[in-house]
């Protein structure tokens, strides 16, 4: 079992930049793939990124490919993600989610944990 907590949204400036984070719990963390999602008002959630269990694995979404940057602290059992030069278009609520494989998948199905959620809102 796997709980996941997020933090560090907020409202921003588009151009700003914003670190989220997500905590784990369990023991198990380092076994995990681990994905950022979200969702905007009125639009189906969507993959933003997702990385291995080691850390060594990447994958991003193309909207946000060279702004983003997914990581990990297996010690720490966080995961984050990195946000710069927001646009308002990243506004939504950002999720992460833990899949029981040593890598990540951009379906949404195929995670198994999720968190509840963090607000980032772009201003333009």
């Known amino acids: 079992q796997v709980q996941l907590v997020e933090s560090g949204g907020g409202l921003v400036q588009a151009g700003d930049s914003l670190r989220l984070s997500c905590a784990a719990s369990?023991?198990?963390?380092?076994?995990?793939?681990m994905g950022w999602f979200r969702q905007a008002p009125g639009k189906e959630r969507e993959f933003v990124a997702t990385i291995s269990w080691s850390g060594g694995s990447t994958n991003y979404a193309d909207s946000v490919k060279g702004r983003f940057t997914i990581s990990r602290d297996n010690a720490k059992k966080t995961v984050y993600l990195q946000m710069n030069s927001l646009k308002p278009e990243d506004t939504a609520v950002y999720y992460c989610a833990a899949r029981a494989r040593s890598y990540g998948s951009s379906s949404n199905d195929d995670y198994e944990y999720w968190g509840q959620g963090t607000q980032v809102t772009v201003s333009s």
């Open positions: 369990g023991r198990t963390f380092s076994s995990y793939a």
